[in-house]
Protein backbone atom coordinates (compact mmCIF):
# COMPACT_ATOMS: atom_id res chain seq x y z
CA UNK A 1 0.00 0.00 0.00
CA UNK A 2 1.26 3.29 -1.18
CA UNK A 3 1.55 5.67 1.19
CA UNK A 4 3.06 9.48 1.93
CA UNK A 5 3.08 10.75 5.72
CA UNK A 6 3.53 14.56 5.92
CA UNK A 7 5.19 15.94 9.43
CA UNK A 8 6.79 19.03 10.78
CA UNK A 9 3.88 21.54 10.35
CA UNK A 10 3.13 23.37 13.71
CA UNK A 11 2.56 26.80 15.19
CA UNK A 12 5.18 29.55 14.05
CA UNK A 13 5.71 33.50 14.33
CA UNK A 14 6.20 35.97 11.25
CA UNK A 15 9.71 35.59 9.99
CA UNK A 16 10.16 32.01 11.85
CA UNK A 17 11.01 28.73 10.00
CA UNK A 18 9.55 25.16 9.91
CA UNK A 19 11.00 21.98 8.03
CA UNK A 20 8.21 19.24 6.36
CA UNK A 21 9.55 16.07 5.56
CA UNK A 22 7.34 13.52 3.50
CA UNK A 23 7.94 10.01 3.99
CA UNK A 24 6.61 7.41 1.26
CA UNK A 25 6.29 3.94 1.56
CA UNK A 26 5.17 1.08 -0.59
CA UNK A 27 6.96 1.76 -3.41
CA UNK A 28 10.33 4.04 -4.59
CA UNK A 29 9.57 7.17 -5.94
CA UNK A 30 13.10 7.98 -6.85
CA UNK A 31 12.22 7.70 -10.45
CA UNK A 32 9.22 10.59 -10.31
CA UNK A 33 9.29 13.99 -9.35
CA UNK A 34 7.34 15.06 -5.74
CA UNK A 35 5.42 18.23 -5.13
CA UNK A 36 4.39 19.94 -2.06
CA UNK A 37 0.54 22.07 -2.33
CA UNK A 38 -0.96 23.68 -0.07
CA UNK A 39 -4.63 24.66 1.06
CA UNK A 40 -5.98 27.15 2.99
CA UNK A 41 -9.35 27.29 4.08
CA UNK A 42 -11.66 28.78 1.42
CA UNK A 43 -9.20 28.44 -0.92
CA UNK A 44 -8.36 26.14 -3.67
CA UNK A 45 -5.41 23.98 -3.20
CA UNK A 46 -2.07 25.69 -4.90
CA UNK A 47 1.12 24.58 -5.89
CA UNK A 48 3.90 24.97 -4.02
CA UNK A 49 7.60 23.75 -5.16
CA UNK A 50 8.16 20.55 -6.98
CA UNK A 51 11.65 18.59 -7.27
CA UNK A 52 12.30 16.25 -10.01
CA UNK A 53 13.28 12.31 -9.84
CA UNK A 54 16.99 13.04 -9.44
CA UNK A 55 16.38 16.31 -7.48
CA UNK A 56 18.61 18.29 -10.19
CA UNK A 57 15.70 20.28 -11.25
CA UNK A 58 13.21 21.93 -9.27
CA UNK A 59 10.38 24.66 -9.95
CA UNK A 60 8.47 26.98 -7.20
CA UNK A 61 5.63 29.48 -6.90
CA UNK A 62 6.56 33.09 -7.06
CA UNK A 63 5.02 33.49 -3.75
CA UNK A 64 7.01 31.52 -2.19
CA UNK A 65 10.67 31.96 -4.60
CA UNK A 66 13.50 33.16 -1.99
CA UNK A 67 12.07 31.31 1.19
CA UNK A 68 11.34 28.08 0.40
CA UNK A 69 13.76 25.13 -0.18
CA UNK A 70 12.46 21.58 -1.50
CA UNK A 71 15.23 18.76 -1.19
CA UNK A 72 15.08 14.94 -1.72
CA UNK A 73 16.80 11.88 -0.35
CA UNK A 74 16.03 9.49 -2.56
CA UNK A 75 17.98 6.38 -0.50
CA UNK A 76 15.66 7.71 2.69
CA UNK A 77 12.18 7.98 0.21
CA UNK A 78 12.12 11.37 1.79
CA UNK A 79 11.22 14.67 0.47
CA UNK A 80 11.76 18.01 2.60
CA UNK A 81 10.29 21.62 2.28
CA UNK A 82 12.39 23.97 4.04
CA UNK A 83 10.36 27.00 4.83
CA UNK A 84 12.02 30.12 5.54
CA UNK A 85 10.47 33.84 6.34
CA UNK A 86 7.43 32.78 6.89
CA UNK A 87 4.28 35.20 6.85
CA UNK A 88 0.36 34.78 8.14
CA UNK A 89 -0.55 33.73 4.28
CA UNK A 90 1.51 30.76 4.60
CA UNK A 91 -0.95 29.51 6.59
CA UNK A 92 -2.63 26.48 4.94
CA UNK A 93 -2.55 22.57 5.45
CA UNK A 94 0.57 21.67 3.44
CA UNK A 95 0.32 18.28 1.02
CA UNK A 96 2.71 16.22 0.15
CA UNK A 97 2.11 14.68 -3.73
CA UNK A 98 3.90 12.12 -6.06
CA UNK A 99 3.65 12.57 -9.40
CA UNK A 100 3.81 10.50 -12.48
CA UNK A 101 6.30 11.58 -14.56
CA UNK A 102 10.17 12.19 -13.40
CA UNK A 103 10.57 16.39 -14.47
CA UNK A 104 8.91 18.47 -11.50
CA UNK A 105 5.13 19.83 -12.70
CA UNK A 106 3.11 22.31 -10.86
CA UNK A 107 -0.37 21.11 -12.40
CA UNK A 108 -2.18 18.70 -8.99
CA UNK A 109 -3.96 16.80 -11.80
CA UNK A 110 -0.69 15.28 -12.76
CA UNK A 111 -0.05 14.06 -9.34
CA UNK A 112 -1.35 10.69 -8.46
CA UNK A 113 -1.04 9.95 -4.92
CA UNK A 114 -0.75 12.27 -1.67
CA UNK A 115 -0.81 12.55 1.76
CA UNK A 116 -3.08 13.54 4.32
CA UNK A 117 -1.29 17.20 5.16
CA UNK A 118 0.17 18.72 7.80
CA UNK A 119 -0.98 21.98 9.43
CA UNK A 120 0.82 24.86 8.96
CA UNK A 121 0.05 28.30 10.86
CA UNK A 122 2.02 31.45 11.17
CA UNK A 123 1.20 33.99 13.86
CA UNK A 124 1.37 37.72 13.04
Known amino acids: QVQLVESGGGLVQAGGSLRLSCAAS????????MGWFRQAPGEEREFVAAIGGSGGSTDYADSVKGRFTISRDNAKNTVYLQMNSLKPEDTAVYYC?????????????????WGQGTQVTVSS
Open 26 to 33: GRTFSNVA
Open 97 to 113: AASRYYLPTNRYTEYDY
